[in-house]
């Protein structure tokens, strides 16, 4: 499938930014539930050109912040737009299997007890 | 498969927390981001009931109307691979549905409580004893109230005794990190006492 049109259909009818850019999806099609720090990467390295064509500029912007790994707060911040389009607009680039996740966010497990040990003599050093 | 960030390629993963900061209006939330790290600007959006309807600028979305809500988005880099996000969210009953998100996979919350209305604080504290995520309750110093005794505070809340209260001022970073310090001990003593009890 030609990713260049999916990103914005015209079926949507007249929507408002920021859901113009989602085709005024409101949640994101399938795949995993992205948390606010569950990180993701670009899958194949820094995006080539060809990978770039035909998306949206929204979702070059994103697959360029995903050459290195980065959690879905930093991209919606970064983008200016609110979390649940940004959550869409990545999810959309999953499923085009340019980016997947990278790491999701610590179960209730986790962090691990020597990991928040590093976090208390972190804090106590600022 | 993913490549790793190039700072971490040798090391271990990038670990990343989440620790939310609860409060009512007002009650220094965007202070204590602000104090111990770079805020960067963050929104999310609300999906209005009708009841909600006619109150706020709205962007209609097919049936579903919407507002965009701000939160405070602030990251502490702890080491090289360690960073703490902390999110500040509004602590009225309306913003519930930011709650749910934001306390999926966190390490704990921090709880403000300002003194001059404790009764704000009573919706944080109930909906992360329901939850079990733990939470200490920093008592912000407006001026004049510095000399209040967080064992009223305590009484008032009805806070179990294991939960942590401490003064603080949301302004000083050095007392915001007394607060996330004593969140992460808090934690820490929690799953110790679950791994004893077992
Ligand atoms: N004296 C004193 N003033 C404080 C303290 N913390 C916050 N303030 C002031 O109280 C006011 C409200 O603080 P904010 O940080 O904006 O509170 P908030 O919880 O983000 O407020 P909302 O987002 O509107 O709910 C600001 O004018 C702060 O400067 C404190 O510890 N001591
Ligand atoms: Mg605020």
């Known amino acids: 499938m030609s990713t260049g049109d999916r990103w914005l259909?015209?079926?949507?009818?007249?929507?408002?930014?920021?859901?113009?850019?989602?085709?005024?999806?409101?949640?994101?099609?399938?795949?995993?539930?992205?948390?606010?720090?569950?990180?993701?990467?670009?899958?194949?390295?820094?995006?080539?050109?060809?990978?770039?064509?035909?998306?949206?500029?929204?979702?070059?912007?994103?697959?360029?912040?995903?050459?290195?790994?980065?959690?879905?707060?930093?991209?919606?911040?970064?983008?200016?737009?609110?979390?649940?389009?940004?959550?869409?607009?990545?999810?959309?680039?999953?499923?085009?299997?340019?980016?997947?996740?990278?790491?999701?966010?610590?179960?209730p497990e986790q962090p691990s007890t020597d990991l928040l040990r590093e976090v208390l003599d972190g804090l106590r050093a600022l | 498969m993913a490549f790793a960030p190039s700072e971490a390629a040798a090391g271990p993963p990038l670990a990343v927390l989440k620790v939310l900061v609860a409060g009512g209006f007002g009650a220094g939330k965007t202070t204590m981001v602000g104090a111990i790290s770079e805020v960067r600007p963050l929104t999310t959006e609300e999906v209005l009931t009708s009841a909600s309807v006619g109150q706020d600028d709205l962007t209609g979305v097919g049936n579903k109307t919407t507002t965009t809500v701000a939160m405070d988005f602030g990251r502490i880099t702890i080491g090289r691979h360690l960073v703490m996000y902390l999110f500040g969210t509004p602590g009225?009953?309306?913003f519930r549905f930011m709650w749910d998100e934001l306390a999926y996979g966190a390490l704990g919350a921090?709880?403000?409580?300002?003194?001059?209305?404790?009764?704000?604080?009573?919706?944080?504290?109930?909906?992360?004893?329901?939850?079990?995520?733990?939470?200490?309750?920093?008592?912000?110093?407006?001026?004049?109230?510095?000399?209040?005794?967080?064992?009223?505070?305590?009484?008032?809340?009805?806070?179990?005794?294991?939960?942590?209260?401490?003064?603080?001022?949301?302004?000083?970073?050095?007392?915001?990190?007394?607060?996330?310090?004593?969140?992460?001990?808090?934690?820490?003593?929690?799953?110790?006492?679950?791994?004893?009890?077992?």
């Not at chain 1, 995993?32 to 929204?58: K, Q």
């Not at chain 1, 389009?85 to 340019?98: H, K, N, Q, S, W």
């Not at chain 2, 309750?137 to 109230?145: K, L, M």
């Open chain 2, 92 to 94: 009225q009953p309306r």
């Open chain 2, 110 to 198: 921090v709880v403000l409580a300002d003194t001059r209305r404790l009764s704000d604080s009573f919706p944080a504290v109930d909906y992360f004893e329901g939850r079990n995520l733990p939470f200490v309750v920093a008592i912000n110093c407006f001026n004049g109230v510095e000399s209040h005794d967080p064992q009223d505070v305590r009484v008032a809340l009805d806070l179990d005794p294991s939960v942590p209260a401490l003064m603080c001022d949301a302004r000083r970073t050095d007392s915001v990190r007394n607060v996330l310090v004593a969140l992460v001990e808090h934690v820490m003593t929690g799953r110790a006492r679950a791994g004893a009890g077992q």
């Open chain 1, 9 to 107: 259909d015209h079926r949507a009818g007249p929507v408002v930014r920021p859901y113009a850019l989602t085709a005024g999806r409101t949640s994101p099609s399938a795949g995993p539930v992205l948390d606010l720090i569950t990180l993701v990467a670009a899958s194949g390295g820094p995006p080539s050109a060809r990978a770039l064509e035909g998306l949206a500029p929204e979702h070059q912007q994103i697959l360029r912040l995903c050459a290195e790994a980065i959690t879905l707060a930093d991209i919606a911040s970064a983008i200016a737009l609110p979390v649940g389009v940004a959550r869409i607009l990545v999810g959309d680039l999953m499923e085009a299997g340019l980016v997947e996740i990278y790491q999701r966010a610590p179960g």
